[in-house]
């Protein structure tokens, strides 16, 4: 069946008839490969007739010319699942995708080039954009619509009018799609304002808006720059995404209120897609940050989003709230669900060995020098910390240590004892060094807490950005140390002591007879990451609003599994953690 996608007039036309658009997102990236299916299902049984996706360029291309579509990367895959379950499929292959994701899905290795520009016709930029392309897009070829496939639509950028308005750009990335066989449907989104919808788009490529309310006005300002076509809300926000330290807890949007815009929607007439449908989990150091008057904002762990379905891919009232009103316009069967994913408590695990990070880094590195501090991608670093350590000659009377500009977090050691944390734009400087006569060692531990991912700050490059000051000297001769902590397994391990403390990476074991979906749980730590049988869950920071990390039951097996936890502080008492059947997510009024 050719399921290719046509406009005629203000409709949409598939095998020959008229249809609205029912879609939901669910990034492939988010959710491990073994559950696609079960969240495909669900996302059926909503009365959703098409699954929406981002591609995550920095993920498939981690290093320059280095490409992964396996495993969890591998689109086809789950292109060709979500069209055998009889979906549509609308991919957004970016290559900016914003999405929450860190640098807004574009590698950071970009950030090499000191005179890099972002999403524009910068050539070295879109060569870099043309290689991608060539390794993404013929695979997806046979599973376009035109081919029988179930790829109906590809995005042309991402609400790149929100950002810039080089239509140069916009011409090369619309143009290379074509030329590589993606010959179904290209649209554009973006906000629904003049400034938006004048700057991102092209005349020839069909536009749809992104907005979570006020649908009537919307769809009016889409109107008046597309007299003719479909209507379609291509980012319905639903819910909402959190931030670590934010005031409320987990931001929420009423079921009724996602309902009521809902039917004004397809009252109207236009096909719609839920951000999110199923929101997942930025696993790994891949969360975005947003910079606002506030500073840098990372955001956490999860990427809930109060959607219809939960970060565990359980049906929330929203999901029933939202199938009732698709039921008003269009016949749906009985309900019919995908059985429960069981989730456990596993009880409490004694983390017993430690190995200090600092005291540890040759292990993970090579030394790099310079008279100046470099960059995380100076050193062809993606994620994780910078350790900086050089020599102080005494004696100097008490001076503040500035670092210009710090990147996003650092915590100072001098001689091994820890003197403070200088978080990004703090002024004055919290450190303070005194030292006496002879040689001393400096070391500061610089934490990339997530690269910016919106608005005109994409340039956000990691580690001590420009120098070091002690007083008003600027201080030279760096050893640098970059850990990804990727290798984890190359340390040396000894007994937990009473005195261990500091940047240091706990291990124990966990027997489980039968693995299931569980939540690692930190009670009293303070500020890290977690790995579980080598894979890294994500992180964890007590300011909240996110306790505890969701561990999906095929990274575990049945047996022994090893957990690697990170304190950057002060561990829980008794190095324990706790595996427990349910989150702590607090909720609130979004």
């Known amino acids: 069946m050719n399921k290719t996608l046509t406009i005629r007039g203000n409709d949409f036309i598939q095998n020959g008839k008229p249809v609205q658009l029912l879609s939901g997102a669910i990034h492939y990236f988010r959710v491990v490969p073994e559950y696609w299916r079960d969240r495909l299902l669900k996302l059926k049984a909503m009365g959703l007739n098409t699954v929406e996706t981002y591609v995550a360029w920095n993920l498939h291309e981690p290093r320059p010319g280095r490409f992964n579509f396996s495993g969890g990367l591998d689109l086809p895959a789950y292109c060709r699942l979500a069209g055998e379950l009889g979906l549509n499929v609308i991919v957004r292959p970016g290559p900016y995708i914003c999405a929450e994701w860190d640098l807004g ?49 590809l995005q042309v950028e991402n609400e790149y009018g929100s950002y810039g308005n080089d239509k140069t750009y916009l011409r090369h990335l619309a143009d290379g799609l074509r030329r590589r066989g993606g010959d179904v449907l290209l649209f554009n989104s973006d906000g629904p304002s003049d400034l938006m919808l004048t700057g991102g788009t092209l005349p020839d490529i069909f536009k749809v808006a992104n907005f979570g309310s006020r649908t009537g006005e919307a769809f009016a ?31 929420t949007r009423s079921p009724e209120d996602v309902a009521r815009e809902l039917d004004a929607m397809l009252a109207a007439g236009g096909s719609v897609n839920f951000y999110m449908f199923h929101g997942g989990t930025n696993f790994g150091f891949m969360a975005g940050a ?93 994620h994780g910390f910078v350790l900086y350590r050089t020599t102080i000659n005494g004696p100097l009377n008490e001076q503040p240590l500035t ?52 608005g005109p700050r994409l340039h956000d490059r990691k580690g001590i950005t420009e120098h070091v000051r002690i007083g008003y000297q600027l201080h030279f001769g760096w050893e640098h140390f970059a850990l990804p902590l990727d290798n984890l397994r190359r340390l040396r391990y000894a007994p937990v002591g009473e005195s261990t403390t500091g940047p240091t990476v706990y291990r124990g074991t966990i027997n489980i007879d039968k693995p299931a979906d569980t939540f690692v749980h930190l009670p009293g730590w303070t500020k890290g990451a977690v790995w579980i049988n080598g894979f890294n869950l994500g ?47 607090g909720t609130a009024s979004a």
């Open 105 to 153: 899905g574009l590698p950071s290795w970009l950030l090499r080039d000191p005179s890099m520009q972002l999403r524009c016709s910068y050539k070295p930029y879109l060569k870099a954009v043309d290689r991608f392309f060539d390794a993404l897009i013929p695979p997806l070829v046979p599973l376009m619509a035109t081919r029988g496939g179930p790829i109906v639509a």
């Open 221 to 251: 300002k889409l109107r008046e720059h597309q007299p003719e076509g479909p209507l379609m809300c291509g980012e319905f926000w639903c819910g909402w995404f959190d931030h670590w330290g934010d005031a409320a807890p987990h931001h």
């Open 290 to 382: 947003n910079y606002t008057e506030k500073g840098l904002q990372p955001d956490v762990t999860s990427y809930d989003y109060d959607a219809p379905l939960n970060e565990w891919g359980e049906p929330t009232a929203k999901f029933h709230a939202a199938r009732e009103v698709i039921a008003r316009y269009f016949p749906l069967p009985p309900l019919e669900l995908p059985p429960p994913i069981p989730r456990r408590a596993f009880g409490t695990v004694t983390l017993d060995r430690a190995a200090p990070l600092i005291g540890q880094a040759e292990r993970l590195a090579r030394p790099v020098f310079s008279p100046g501090p470099l960059t995380m991608e100076a050193l062809g670093q993606g």
């Open 403 to 454: 670092l210009k500009a710090c990147h996003d977090r650092a915590q100072v050691f001098l001689d091994g004892v820890p003197l403070g944390v200088i978080e990004r734009d703090m002024t004055p400087s919290p450190v303070n060094i005194t030292v006496g006569p002879g040689g001393h060692t400096l070391e500061i531990l610089v934490e990339n807490l997530a690269r910016i991912n919106y």
């Open 539 to 585: 992180r964890f920071w007590n300011r909240g609003p996110q306790q505890a990390l969701y561990l999906p039951g095929p990274l575990l097996r049945q047996g022994r599994n090893e957990c690697h936890v990170l304190e950057l502080h002060t561990p829980g008492p008794g190095c324990r953690i706790e595996l427990k059947e349910h989150t702590d997510l």
